[in-house]
């Protein structure tokens, strides 16, 4: 099994960058495929993005891509989503999650959720 626990969430103006960490414990980190997901207030979770096990195949919302940029270190057990040109709209909480499958689209694991505000 693992643990994700997010991170390097917060408050930050229209335009401005964080970077978000998920960092996880127990063995086997390297065999699980991370996706990132959010939740905004009044809204469904959605997708965000998601990265292989060893850091080559990654996909991206629409709605956020040229923006964020998802990676591993794998030796440090971290997936990290970078935000930059951030908007009002990227406000949610974002979780991080596993799976152990790519033929599956059900996470097994997830974190607590980090909150992000972007104000305008």
């Known amino acids: 099994q693992v643990q994700l626990v997010e991170s390097g969430g917060g408050l930050v103006q229209a335009g401005g960058s964080l970077r978000l960490s998920c960092a996880a414990s127990g063995r086997t980190f390297s065999n699980y495929i991370i996706g990132w997901f959010r939740q905004a207030p009044g809204k469904e979770r959605e997708f965000v993005a998601r990265?292989?096990?060893?850091?080559?195949?990654?996909y991206y919302a629409d709605s956020v891509k040229g923006r964020f940029t998802i990676s591993r270190d794998n030796a440090k057990n971290t997936v990290y989503l970078q935000m930059n040109s951030l908007s009002p709209e990227d406000t949610a909480v974002y979780y991080c999650?596993?799976?152990?499958?790519?033929?599956?689209?059900?996470?097994?694991?997830w974190g607590q959720g980090t909150q992000v505000t972007v104000s305008s």
């Open positions: 999650a596993a799976k152990t499958g790519s033929s599956t689209t059900v996470y097994d694991y």
């Open positions: 990265i292989s096990r060893s850091g080559i195949t990654i």
